[in-house]
C-alpha cells in the first residue's frame, strides 16, 4: 500500500495534466500512487496516461457517467488506497522536487493532526500571480475555533492540504464555491488540531473554464452555500461558543447585503430551503424598511464582538 495517493480528479484540458503529472513523477519522495478519475467526455485523458505507460504508478478511471465537481474528486479518493491523501487538480502543480516529501512530513511529524496544508503560488492566465500564505497567528486562530475560516481566514484550494485517509470525510456534493472550505470545516471538527508549511509546496492555476469562474459573483451560487454551510455549522453548534456563531451569521448577513436579498423568499429562489436564523430574519425586516437600518443592523452586530 502507498503511504499517499495523490489523486488528481481530471477534466479535459490534457495541457495543464500533463503539467500536473510532470510535477509528481519528478519528486525526491517515492513512496505515492496517482489516482486520476476522468470526467471528460472523449479519450484525451486516457490516452494521455497511456503514453506514460505507468500503470503501477498511474492508476486511471474513466467514469461511467458524468460525476461533476465534487463529486469527481471523492471518486479518486474513494479510488485510493494511500494512508494519505493528496488531492491535485489537473490544472495544479507542485511546486519544487522536495514538495510531496514536505507535505507527507506534515503529517508524518505530526500524528495528532489529520489535516495539513501549505503555502500556495497562485497564477492566472492574466499574469496577476501572487502569494497566499496565512500567518502564524491565523493558524491558531484555525486551531483555537475553525468557524474562523467561514468568516476570514483562507487556507487554501484542495491542492494546498494533505489529510488521513482514515478521517472517511468527502466532499459535500451540494457545494461547489464554498466545498474546501465546508469540508475543512468539518474535518477540524472532528479534529481541531492542524499543521502549516510557510513554503510554496504547490502552484494553483487560474485556467479558463474553471468551476470556481462560474460560481464568483453569482447571486444564487453564492446565497444558496452561505445559507448551507451555515445550516451545517448550526447542526454543530455546540461545538463552538456563541460569539463565533454570531461572527458566521454576520457573514451570511453581508451576503444577502451584496445581493439585496432582503426576504426569506428571494432566499428560497436560490435553491435553499433550510433554517434561517432569527438573527438574519430582524435584518430583513430592517433591511426592508430602510437599506440603512440593514447596514446599521450589520455594524451592531459586529460591535457586539469587538
Known sequence: MPKVSICIPAYSQIFYLKKTIDSVLTQTYNDYEIVITDDSPGNIVKDLVLDYNLPDRIKYYKNESVLGSPENWNEAIRRSAGEYIKILHHD??????????????????????????????????????????????????????????????????????????????????????????????????????????????????????????????????????????????????????????????IKAICICEKYGVTNKREVRACGYNGNIPALIHIYFVLANGRAFMGRYFIKFLRRLLA
Open 92 to 249: 495544479d502543480w507542485l511546486n519544487s522536487k522536495d514538495s510531496l516529501a514536505k507535505y507527507v512530513q506534515l503529517l508524518d511529524q505530526h500524528p495528532d493532526v489529520d489535516l495539513a496544508f501549505s503555502a500556495t503560488q497562485v497564477k492566472s492566465t492574466e499574469g496577476n500571480d501572487w502569494v497566499h500564505r496565512i500567518s502564524t497567528k491565523d493558524v491558531e486562530n484555525i486551531q483555537a475555533n475553525s468557524l474562523n475560516l467561514f468568516t476570514h481566514i483562507v487556507i487554501g484550494a484542495p491542492s494546498a492540504v494533505i489529510f488521513r485517509k482514515n478521517t472517511n470525510l468527502f466532499f459535500d456534493r451540494h457545494l461547489k464555491w464554498l466545498v474546501d472550505m465546508e469540508f475543512y470545516l468539518r474535518q477540524l471538527n472532528k479534529n481541531p488540531r492542524t499543521a502549516f508549511c510557510p513554503d510554496l509546496l504547490v502552484v494553483t492555476f487560474g485556467a479558463e473554464g474553471r468551476v470556481t469562474d462560474e460560481c464568483a459573483n453569482n447571486k444564487t451560487v453564492e446565497v444558496f452555500e452561505y445559507f448551507y454551510t451555515l445550516q451545517t455549522i448550526f447542526n454543530r453548534k455546540k461545538r463552538y461558543g456563541g460569539r463565533p456563531l454570531i461572527a458566521c451569521l
